[in-house]
């Protein structure tokens, strides 16, 4: 079994793109979780389901064209500006490494933060279901240092 972990504030435009991917995204081998901007208040059903595969889809300002999404590798988490969250996900994602086989931080660069998601946003959520359907997360291009 597999979680995909939406994070984000709906009210904040496209920092709301993670939640939109866990409303939309639906597969007999996920569940979902719309975490909005407290993804650590799950962290009890995580460790109790015990999953192979967690991805966590956030917006992410990796100084990108808006829309354009990345694997985010651990070391670079706590250097891009990340969702409206309190606790860093650096400290999630450790706090769940010895439950958790396999997490997966997707970042999708946002464009703005107010009033409803961006087109180009809200076709990255949809381009990276279509990728989650067909389980070729392994497509999407690491966002590296530069």
């Known amino acids: 079994m597999n979680v995909l972990m939406g ?10 793109i993670g939640p939109w991917v866990a409303h939309h995204f639906r597969h007999e081998n996920w569940k979902t979780i719309d975490c909005g901007t407290v993804p650590e208040n799950f962290t009890g059903p995580l460790k109790k389901w015990s999953p192979d ?3 966590l889809v956030d917006a992410a300002d990796m100084n990108l064209p808006p829309g354009e999404i990345r694997l985010i590798p651990p070391e670079m988490i706590s250097v891009l500006h990340l969702s409206t969250h309190a606790l860093p996900l650096s400290l999630l994602m450790n706090h769940l490494q010895d439950t958790i086989k396999k997490m997966v931080l997707v970042g999708i660069q946002p464009k703005k933060f107010s009033g409803f998601l961006s087109r180009e946003v809200h076709d ?12 070729t997360i392994s497509t999407i291009q690491a966002l590296s240092r530069k």
């Open 124 to 135: 990255a959520g949809k381009h990276l279901i279509h990728i989650l359907t067909q389980d």
């Open 53 to 55: 595969l967690l991805i």
């Open 7 to 16: 994070i984000g504030n709906t009210l904040n435009g496209d920092d709301g």
